[in-house]
């Protein structure tokens, strides 16, 4: 699953970018949280998906890096 540039990490917590969202759904007169929660919940619906495994990439550097390293803290 690729994490695009509308999550992204920062000072120490995943953070969603309203502006870099592709989403129609959230031009339509949503608040600043309704957006944070669609955002959320669309990434947290495709992670919950995967049946044997799933490969996570940001688009983010920043992102990717706190990715890796959850990947090897859980090793």
Excluded at 27 to 40: H, M, S, Y
Excluded at 55 to 68: C, G, V
Aim: glycine share 6%; net charge positive.
């Amino acid at each position: 699953m690729i994490i695009g540039p509308d999550l992204v990490y920062r000072d120490g917590r995943l953070v969603t970018v309203r502006a870099a969202s592709k989403d129609p759904a959230l031009t339509r007169g949503t608040t600043n949280e309704q957006a944070d929660r669609l955002i959320r919940n669309t990434y947290k619906v495709l992670l919950t998906r995967g049946m044997i495994g799933t490969f996570i990439y940001s688009t983010d550097r920043e992102t990717q890096e706190f990715l890796s390293r959850l990947a090897t803290q859980k090793s």
